[in-house]
């Protein structure tokens, strides 16, 4: 239990190192009248959908709203390379799926390889959170 909790910490300690998502449609269309217009519009074109219920189109209307200009695993990627951290993306869709499954059935891998992939993957988080750590103190020390 400790290391699923540790691993999971360590996928919440990324989303936060890792630059903050820009939302797709501010980047697209920065006028906010221009979003809400095409929000109504996609509203309006899903209402008519008859095997769509209110809570179906909310739901589509909100992640539209929530789409990220750059998907998680790019951002993910990129913080490691910043700091110089070999990490695929390939491998970083497959903790991605780890992560899923744990919080949201309780349940994931747990073969002798699964184990190790997280084990790697929680060690270049932390390896990340000490170079992180040691640039705000070079600026720190430098100003």
């Given at each position: 239990?400790m ?5 999971v910490l360590a996928?919440?300690?990324?989303e ?20 809400e217009?095409?929000l ?6 899903l209402t ?8 179906d ?6 992640s539209?709203?929530?789409a990220q ?17 070999e990490?695929a ?16 059935s309780?349940?994931?891998d ?14 270049a988080?932390?390896?990340l ?15």
């Open positions: 239990m290391r699923s909790v540790a691993f996928f919440s300690a990324l936060v190192l890792a630059a903050a998502p820009v939302g797709l449609l501010p980047t697209k269309i920065p006028d906010r009248s221009d979003r217009r095409l109504v519009s996609v509203r309006g074109l008519d959908q008859p095997n769509l219920s209110e809570t189109v909310d739901r589509l209307i909100n539209l709203s929530a200009a750059e998907s998680p695993i790019a951002r993910f990627a990129s913080a490691f390379d910043e700091v110089d951290i990490f993306a390939p491998e970083l869709m497959w903790i991605r799926e780890q992560r899923g499954a744990y919080v949201h309780g349940r994931f747990n073969s002798q390889e699964a184990v190790e992939r997280r084990n790697v993957f929680r060690t988080v932390a390896a959170t000490g170079r992180r750590l040691d640039a705000l103190a070079q600026r720190y020390v430098a100003s």
